[in-house]
């Protein structure tokens, strides 16, 4: 307790906490340990100017000794994310000393070591044997090899076959054409592959270049829409039989079998894209020069390999630290998404999963009621059949911590290893860990397992293009209407299960309220609770409180209007959720919000999101009980004489 006084004086007095006892209770838990919350403080101080004032700039107020502490580029969530690396490497340099630990019995972990040494033992790059691990095509048809490539996830060229969620309980096949938006970079590694690969002599470099350069202009002028725009208007859905009969000139049928494996019906349902695109593209393609386009083919393969994230032979020159165990685990965990959060759930998670639940679970049901109801005193004046559309939005809002499968057995796991080869090699273990991967898909499209398909639903089951953030912070998944919190997010600074109230909210159900407003903010607001596209949003626009709330919204300095709409109202959510009572606000909402700051500390701007500072600054200038709490003038930068509200 002297210890508890001392830290509450001491930032009493640089104006971050009031000299009043703070609230120590343990709303959803059993127990909230002091010396977690003592030690959680004392890190906030480190990083708090507290000379300056939180009334001008709170994120320099609150953040202002970041750059002090941690190095340029370094974010909350990037520390956090770099800890679970770690915990990776530790995991399998232990296997590696201890050959008999339990763990090696486990379904995942032996195929995950072999797959770990064999990108550790990497040498100089030889991405010939990329292409030297390929089957062979049954003939020199374009369509043999591009059905081929697509079976290892690369599709983006000549005609685009891939299967994708389409909503809550479906996938689909997408037919569409060439991406007339990505070109060959034919650089001399990816020449020198194919020249060692061939065993034939090759036109030069920058013969080959040029010729490669004339056939992707002719792609993209042949690929381009039709009617100017790449819009999602133009899918439509397509039976088997209705695609062969409009485009003859390929055996659909064949091409499909040949990537997907297996033989559809031709009552077989897909999704089309730009049908007249595709004739011509076809058209020119079975009279263009074979050879070339095989050529191309194994080019472009390389290219998205190489390009995919964390792959350790991304740079054409080798370096020391491209296969190093971080870089590793770093590309592991993009490759084998699925294996490596089970390995982490078992050595790492599991312990702590049923006391996190409960807290975060009971948090995420005290908002949905909270937002349903703001939704029913109906400020909008929404009309009577969109208000409870868009009420059973938020009672099927569901929530996955860890992105793991929802009450999946061993067994489960066991069957999903059991066709996945891992051998000592990585370049064929990275080309079987992608066809193990989109095979999986394609077995989903076309399964009629409802127990198998409930399970695979119940969460996102990332590809291994997805960037970086997808699975370093929590994000609302609009296919599954599912947010999902990775286990980077489950630790501090953000969180402990133990945290007291001032903490717990600050960042938990902020986060929380934040992705859940981003299912009503103007795009995904689309989504129903079942992932399928309706038509909220026009019935909106209708609506001119709701467009008057939008427009007060969308300066010309947003980077991402919806990235701010969830900004704003998850904010406004999360302090109407905490902050009920009087007492809350007076004697602890400084803590509060100095917490919610650590999400935004070094923070930087990327196509999606604003700069944290700007992000934390603009959603607390909005709300009024920032000013009240930390006493701000009215018309200073943090309490602005005018404030927008959406949701």
């Known amino acids: 307790m002297r210890r508890l006084w001392a830290i509450c004086l001491l930032l009493a007095s ?21 010396a ?21 700039d709170f994120h320099a107020y609150a953040c202002g000794n970041w750059r002090s502490v941690h190095a340029a580029g370094v974010s909350a969530m990037s520390l956090s994310g770099t800890r679970v690396d770690q915990r990776y490497v530790d995991l399998f340099e232990r ?31 030889r991405l010939r044997r990329y292409l030297e691990q390929l089957p062979h095509p049954a003939s020199n048809h374009w369509t043999e090899l591009m059905a081929l490539l697509g079976r290892y996830g690369y ?20 037919v569409q054409p060439h991406n007339y938006n990505h070109s060959l970079n034919l650089t001399t590694a990816i020449y020198g592959a194919l020249r ?54 390929l055996n659909w049928t064949h091409v499909l079998q040949l990537q997907l494996g297996a033989t559809y019906t031709s009552g077989h349902q897909l999704l089309v894209d730009e049908p007249p695109v ?60 699925l294996p490596m959060n089970y390995a982490y759930e078992h050595n790492y998670y599991g312990k702590q999963r049923e006391a996190d639940e409960r807290v975060i679970f009971g948090v995420f049901e005290e908002l949905k009621s909270q937002f349903a109801q703001q939704l029913r005193r109906n400020e909008f004046g929404l009309d009577a059949t969109l208000l409870p559309a868009l009420l059973n939005k938020v009672y099927g809002l569901r929530l996955n911590v860890g992105n793991m499968p929802r009450n999946a057995s061993e067994q489960f796991f066991v069957d999903c290893a059991q066709h996945w080869r891992v051998g000592s090699d990585f ?29 695979w639903y119940s969460f996102n089951h990332h590809g291994p293009e997805l960037l970086d953030n997808i699975d370093a912070t929590p994000y609302f998944y609009c296919l599954g209407s599912i947010i999902i919190m990775p286990y980077a997010y489950v630790q501090l600074p953000f969180y402990n299960a133990e945290f007291w109230p001032a903490l717990l909210y600050g960042d938990l159900a902020n986060t929380l309220g934040h992705e859940m407003l981003h299912a009503f903010d103007t795009y995904f607001v689309d989504y129903d609770a079942q992932g399928a596209m309706r038509d909220y949003s026009e019935q909106l ?5 709701y467009v008057s709330a939008v427009n007060c919204l969308n300066d010309s300095e947003v980077i991402m209007l919806n990235e701010r709409a969830a900004d704003i109202s998850g904010t406004r959510l999360a302090l109407q959720t905490y902050m009920q009572q009087p007492a809350e606000k007076r004697n602890n909402g400084r803590l509060y919000f100095i917490q919610f700051a650590q999400f935004f500390c070094g923070e930087e701007a990327d196509i999606y999101h604003d700069t944290g500072s700007k992000r934390l600054n603009y959603a607390l200038a909005q709300m009024p009980e920032f000013a009240e709490v930390f006493q701000c003038d009215p018309g200073m930068p943090m309490n602005p004489v005018e404030r927008c509200k959406f949701w």
């Open 36 to 56: 977690i919350n003592l030690r959680h403080i004392q890190r906030l101080e480190r990083y708090m100017r507290p000379e300056l004032s939180p009334c001008e």
């Open 14 to 34: 640089a104006k971050a906490l009031p000299t009043n006892q703070l609230n120590q209770s343990c709303r959803l838990t059993t127990d909230c340990s002091s």
């Open 278 to 337: 595709l004739k011509q593209l076809i058209t020119y393609l079975n009279q263009a020069d074979a050879r070339l386009l095989q050529l191309y083919s194994w080019a472009r393969f390389l290219q998205h390999l190489q390009k995919l994230p964390h792959n350790p032979l991304r740079h054409n020159h080798f370096t020391a630290s491209a296969s190093s165990s971080i870089g590793c685990v770093q590309h592991m965990r993009k490759t084998l998404y």
């Open 196 to 249: 060692r690969h061939t065993h034939a002599q090759l036109p030069h470099l920058g013969q080959l270049r040029s010729q490669f350069g004339e056939l992707d202009a002719k792609l993209q002028q042949l690929s381009r829409p039709t009617n100017g725009s790449s819009d999602e208007e133009t899918l439509h859905f397509y039976t088997l039989g209705q695609l062969q009969r409009e485009l003859p000139d």
């Open 541 to 545: 626009l209708l609506n001119t409180h």
């Open 95 to 125: 296997l590696l000393r201890e050959p008999h630990a339990p763990e090696h019995r486990l379904p995942m972990h032996a195929k995950l070591l072999r797959y770990y040494q064999s990108c550790r033992a990497l040498g100089k790059p």
């Open 427 to 455: 370049y064929e273990n990275h080309l079987e860990s992608l066809l193990h991967y989109y095979a999986h898909l394609a077995e989903l499209e076309r399964s009629m397992d409802a127990s198998m398909r409930q399970l």
């Open 155 to 174: 599709h983006e060229h000549y005609v685009k076959i891939e299967v994708s969620q389409h909503n809550a309980t479906r996938h689909m096949v997408v």
